[in-house]
Each structure stands twice: as C-alpha cells, then as structure tokens.
C-alpha cells in the first residue's frame, strides 16, 4: 500500500463540496488514515508550495491557500499516488477529463477544489508536514 497526500482547499470547503469529495475519494479505494481541518498560515503555505518558489502563480497560490480553512488527507491505496492525481484531474478544471474532481468542483484553474502529491517523494513530504506517525490511524487488525 502506499500513501498520498490531498488538500480540499479553501473554495471546495466553503462551497460546501467536501463531503462529495471525501465520498468520492472512498468510492476510488482510498482509505483515510488521517484528516485535519486547519487553516495554513503564511509560512506553512510558503513551506508546502516551496517547490513553486519564483514561478509567477507562486504568491497567489499563497495567498489562496491561507484565504480559508483546508482539510488535509493522509489517504492509502495501492498506486495512491498516480490514481489521486488521475481520480482529480487536470489543473485547469476546463481541460479535465470528465467526471474527474475538478470537472465537477473546481470553479477554474487557481480555485481548483484540491491538491494531490505529484511523487512519492512529495507525498512522503507533504503527509509528514500535516501528520505525525502517531496521527496516521491503524486499525487493531492492522497493528496486529
């Protein structure tokens, strides 16, 4: 199994679609092994999006992630990965293939309903910068 990270950002929490997208996420095959309603201050947002650093969107994309609460997923599956990135979409909700997240949340390109790791390695990253390994959630079976 393997883990992700995906964000519902601050226009999908208050347009109310967070319920449709943690419904479809667990209709995917994903397991939320944790979850945390908060709201990203500045400098966390400029941490977590530190690889987009001197792109042009880079502020405004700051500036987004603080303007309202976000709730950050450690989700598992096999693949996590590859499957969230292709179970959302593209960027920009107007080029995504239908049916995904953003199709049929995201209002456009910058309000675009939710992040996803894009490796591995990011996922490692951006799981461990909302989650300790004590707040990822085991069953008693699992543990056993």
Not at 43 to 68: D, I, N, Q
Not at 79 to 103: H, N, S
Not at 120 to 142: D, K, P, Y
């Amino acid at each position: 199994m393997e883990y992700t990270l995906a964000i519902i950002k601050p226009d999908a929490i208050q347009g109310g679609k967070a319920g449709l997208i943690l419904n479809r996420l667990e209709e995917e095959g994903f397991r939320i092994r944790a979850a945390r309603l908060t709201r990203l201050t500045e400098p966390e947002a400029g941490e977590l999006y530190a690889v987009h650093r001197g792109r042009p969107f880079y502020e405004a994309l700051k500036r987004f992630m603080t303007s309202g609460p976000i709730l950050a997923l450690a989700l598992e599956r096999e693949d996590a990965v590859a499957y969230l990135r292709k179970v959302i979409g593209a960027t920009d909700p107007a080029q995504a293939e239908r049916g995904t997240i953003r199709a049929l949340y995201a209002e456009n390109k910058e309000r675009n309903a939710i992040h996803a790791s894009d490796s591995e390695e990011n996922a490692r990253r951006e799981v461990s910068f909302f989650f300790s390994v004590q707040e990822l959630l085991w069953t008693v079976e699992e543990r056993g």
